[in-house]
């Protein structure tokens, strides 16, 4: 299906959005004149995908904020356990939707605090899951046993046998999911993982991420629970904890994730943040059906950043923005004075080395790298736009750019990070079967309890 193009929704608009929601609403393109008509291109209403969505902190008002400019889908539900985030989205639906029609008002998107509520319409087809991670897996699975196709923020969960539920659950029911992981869709990643992959560097023989650092055990002093919010709902699965602000500013969010900190709320940077690494490490590798067979914490054994290995022989190396003389191997022709991009990856082969990070960010050793020849036609089509790849794929019922399996497994990474942390020991993985190799307590790991009565 041809459309004309459209700039993507980044991330840094995302929460641009998110900051200034009602200024973006007043902005968004028109929708309805045209659309009711089904011409000049438009999307007639029937051919429309009805989407829900699901938590609505920071990420959550940018998704919004991109998605009620589609003229492709129509936003008609919006669900959060904080009374001002969600009136606020809903206020921001409707004000788009009317400033589209040139008409005084729209009263089609309704507010939930609930998602069950939202789950149990028939006439959503898709909802977007922006939660805090101790929901992630909880209600994708919950939202495609509904029928729902799911677009789901990264990490796609909260523990490795989460990740695995989470996959099962989809191909059991033969829904779309799209992990919100971004750079997937993304040119200059693309671009990078296809020149790696394809042999641009020769043998690869490391590569280097930033962003360290996992969450621990917390315990916050109680503070009153701010009226309009619904804190038995907002912990849902997780162990029961006082209300504390740090965990949730009421109204507008502070920061995209306040309670990562909080290691039953989620697992710090190497799940918040690395994990977008991470994946562009899973994809230049071409391991997105496998993973690192063996993960060593700082200070165990001879590297003084966590370190993953490969099968192949790999390290994948987490460092603290820098590469120093003292702890790392520098590639030939690399500035010491150069930090490592946020989210992006370092990779170092024989050959030479590629830089990638976001907004364009590709550099390489020798710079001829870069002007070697690479397939642009890699399978589903070029891609420029998350979103809109996942309403596509809804439509023709294709996987999407990261699909279920590829999101799970990257942010598979990020937990095996995560673990030998909190074991303080180098630990072997088994990825095909997705288990330590001889210990007991780190497999154990890999699934916590869930809190009464929720249940995957």
Avoid at 211 to 227: H, I, M, R
Wanted: contains cysteine; hydrophobic residues 40%.
């Amino acid at each position: 299906m041809n459309r004309p193009a459209r700039a993507r929704c980044t991330r840094r608009q995302f929460l641009g959005a998110a900051a200034a929601a009602s200024a973006a609403a007043a902005a968004v393109p028109s929708v309805f004149p045209s659309a009711v008509l089904g011409s000049q291109g438009a999307v007639p209403p029937n051919d429309r995908i009805t989407l829900g969505f699901i938590g609505i902190g920071a990420m959550g008002q940018g998704h919004v904020a991109c998605c009620v400019g589609y003229p492709e889908a129509q936003i008609l539900a919006v669900c959060d356990v904080d009374r001002s985030r969600r009136e606020r989205a809903k206020t921001v639906v409707e004000e788009a939707y009317a400033a589209a029609q040139d008409r005084g008002a729209y009263h089609g998107c309704v507010a939930y605090n609930d998602l069950r509520e939202l789950l149990a319409r028939d006439d959503i087809d898709a909802v977007v899951i922006a939660t805090g991670d101790r929901w992630h897996a909880l209600a994708t699975v919950m939202a495609v046993r509904a029928g729902k196709d799911v677009y789901c923020e990264k990490p796609v969960s909260l523990t490795i046998g989460e990740a695995r539920a989470m996959i099962d659950a989809v191909r059991r029911y033969g829904r779309v999911f799209q992990g919100g992981l971004q750079q997937r869709s993304t040119a200059e990643f693309r671009k990078a993982c296809r020149l790696v992959r394809g042999g641009a560097l020769g043998r690869v023989e490391r590569v280097y991420v930033a962003f360290p650092g996992t969450s621990g055990d917390v315990s916050l002093p109680a503070e009153p629970v701010p009226e309009g919010l619904d804190w038995e709902l907002w912990l849902g699965p997780a162990p029961w904890h006082a209300y504390n602000s740090r965990f949730h500013p009421y109204g507008r969010p502070h920061g995209v994730v306040p309670w990562h900190f909080c290691r039953d709320f989620g697992g710090g940077n190497l799940t918040s943040n690395t994990v977008h690494a991470f994946d562009v490490v899973q994809w230049g590798l071409g391991t997105d059906e496998s993973g690192p067979v063996e993960i060593i914490p700082p200070g165990v054994g001879p590297y003084a950043d966590l370190t993953y290995r490969y099968a192949t022989g790999v390290l994948l190396h987490v460092v603290d923005w820098r590469l120093d003389p003292q702890k790392h191997v520098i590639p030939k022709g690399w500035d010491l004075n150069t930090p490592l991009q946020a989210f992006g990856a370092v990779f170092v082969g024989e050959r030479g080395w590629i830089h990638v990070g976001r907004s364009g960010f590709l550099q390489s050793h020798p710079a001829e790298i870069l002007l070697e020849a690479t397939d642009d036609r890699d399978a589903g089509g070029p891609v420029n736009n998350h979103h809109l790849n996942w309403l596509e794929c809804i439509r023709t019922r294709r996987r999407p750019a990261c699909d279920v399996a590829i999101g799970a497994r990257s942010t598979m990474v990020s937990h095996l990070g995560c673990i030998a942390h909190w074991t303080g020991r180098a630990l072997r993985w088994d990825p095909a079967k997705e288990e330590f190799v001889d210990d007991d307590e780190a497999n154990r790991l890999r699934f916590r309890a869930m809190r009464e009565p929720w249940r995957i």
